[in-house]
């Protein structure tokens, strides 16, 4: 592969990575919204201690993906443009070696991620063994809505980095 099919590549590699990201984050946003919608319309419907903090839950736990999502798109289209831009450079081997690092680095955390997960899937199930109010089953059912939704996120997110991941791996082989 000459240099100019290499650059090109890459350079597609690195926009199909921060589009899958950018697609995500909407998706996320848009998601938190009509789950907090439903959680906020069961309240009003039903006016039930379950529902409350079910609400109070998934509002919390939405507001804060929500957030996270927001920062990722407005951190990540400046990124992908000093990316882009590296890559167009005499200075692409830096560039792909600094990025392969930080999506490297990216890949380490999922581990934490599922274990985080799981710790609260074990907090909202044991809220159902050991309580029978309704209000600890309605923050159950909150966090393990929660984990759903952060299990398919990082599944995806997951397989996304592995697929750039390797990208930059091989781009970053055949510089050197």
């Known amino acids: 592969m000459n240099a100019s099919d290499l650059t090109t590549s890459l350079q597609a590699a690195v926009r199909s990575y921060f589009a899958g990201e950018r697609h995500e984050g909407v998706l996320i946003i848009a998601g938190t919204f009509l789950v907090a919608a439903f959680a906020v319309w069961l309240w009003a419907a039903t006016r ?16 804060l993906l929500a957030a996270t999502a927001g920062s990722l798109l407005v951190r990540d289209k400046p990124l992908a443009a000093s990316v882009l831009q590296g ?3 005499t200075d692409r081997s830096t560039v792909t070696a600094a990025e392969h690092e930080r999506v490297g680095v990216i890949l380490s955390k ?8 799981t710790m609260l899937a074990a907090l909202g199930i044991l809220g159902l063994l050991l309580s029978d109010r309704a209000w600890v089953h309605g ?3 909150g966090l393990l809505l929660l984990v759903v939704a952060q299990i398919l996120i990082d599944h995806y ?4 980095a592995r697929i750039y991941h ?11």
């Open 48 to 63: 039930s201690s379950f529902a409350l903090s079910f609400s109070a839950t998934v509002v919390i736990s939405g507001a």
């Open 157 to 160: 997110s997951e397989r996304r």
């Open 139 to 141: 923050i159950s059912a």
């Open 166 to 176: 390797e990208h930059l791996s091989a781009s970053h082989s055949s510089l050197m």
């Open 87 to 89: 890559i167009a450079s």
């Open 110 to 117: 999922y581990r934490y991620y599922r274990n985080g997960a």
